[in-house]
C-alpha cells in the first residue's frame, strides 16, 4: 500500500544546478506534505512543509510546489550545494491523525562538485 | 541545539528475547513518537504517545510491542519476543505541540539486529 511514492531511487546534479526532486501521493485526506532530509547514521531532519491549501512554499534555497489535481508534489533545490547530497523523502500526514507520517521510500540526491 | 538522543546505536539480539530501546525526546516537548525503517523499505510509523497514553498506533504495533514513558525524560520501545523480520532501524521523534505535528525531530535511530 504505496500512499506517497517516490518513482526515483536516485538523482545526480552538477553544483550550482537545480534539483527537482518528485513525489505523488493516492489519499486525498492528506492535509500536510513534508520533505525530510536524511544522512547516513543520522535520523531523518525536517526540512520544509506545505499545507493541502497552498499550491507553494519557499525557504531559501528551497521550494515545495503541491498539484493537488495531480496529486503530486516536488522539491526544489537551487542552486544545489555538495552539502545537499543525502536521501530525501517525501512524507504526508492524514488530517485528523496524530503525528502519523506517511514516507516515501526515498531519493538519493548526490549533488557533484 | 537539543536534540533527541537514542541509546543504544546498535542491538543485537537472539529470536524470542525482550528489548528496549530508549529515547530521550527534546526536554520540553510532550508528543513522541517510534518508526521503524527495515533495510531498503521505507520508514514505517509505529506509535505516537501523549499524555502517558497511546494516542494513535499502526498495525505494526501489534501485543509485542509496548511503550512507556517511565520517568520524565525517557521514552522507551519494548518489544517483547523478537522475531527475525524485527531486524530495523527504529527512530524516535519528538514534538513541542500538535499544531506541529508534521514538523517531528528524529533521533538518530538503533539499529536492532535478531539473529
Known amino acids: 500500500d504505496q500512499q506517497v511514492k517516490q518513482n526515483s531511487p536516485s538523482l545526480s546534479v552538477q553544483e550550482g544546478r537545480i534539483s527537482i526532486l518528485n513525489c505523488d501521493y493516492t489519499n486525498s485526506m492528506f492535509d500536510y506534505f513534508l520533505w525530510y532530509k536524511k544522512y547516513p547514521a543520522e535520523g531523518p531532519t525536517f526540512l520544509i512543509s506545505i499545507s493541502s491549501i497552498k499550491d507553494k512554499n519557499e525557504d531559501g534555497r528551497f521550494t515545495v510546489f503541491l498539484n493537488k489535481s495531480a496529486k503530486h508534489l516536488s522539491l526544489h533545490i537551487v542552486p544545489s550545494q555538495p552539502g545537499d547530497s543525502a536521501v530525501y523523502f517525501c512524507?504526508?500526514?492524514?488530517?485528523?491523525?496524530?503525528?502519523?507520517?506517511?514516507f516515501g521510500k526515498g531519493t538519493k540526491l548526490s549533488v557533484k562538485p | 541545539e537539543p536534540e533527541v538522543t537514542q541509546t543504544p546505536s546498535h542491538q543485537v539480539t537472539q529470536m524470542g528475547q525482550e528489548v528496549i530501546l530508549r529515547c530521550v525526546p527534546i526536554s520540553n516537548h510532550l508528543y513522541f513518537y517510534w518508526y521503524r525503517q527495515i533495510l531498503g523499505q521505507k520508514v514505517e510509523f509505529l506509535v505516537s504517545?501523549?499524555?502517558?497514553?497511546?494516542?494513535?498506533k499502526s498495525e505494526i504495533f501489534d501485543d509485542q510491542f509496548s511503550v512507556e514513558r517511565p520517568d520524565g525524560s525517557n521514552f522507551t520501545l519494548k518489544i517483547r519476543s523478537t522475531k527475525l523480520e524485527d531486524s530495523a532501524m527504529y527512530f524516535c521523534a519528538s514534538i513541542l505541540n500538535r499544531a506541529l505535528d508534521h514538523e517531528q525531530y528524529f533521533g538518530p535511530g538503533t539499529r536492532l539486529t535478531v539473529t
Open positions: 504517545f501523549y499524555n502517558n497514553e497511546i494516542s494513535e
Open positions: 512524507a504526508a500526514k492524514r488530517a485528523g491523525s496524530q503525528g502519523n507520517l506517511i
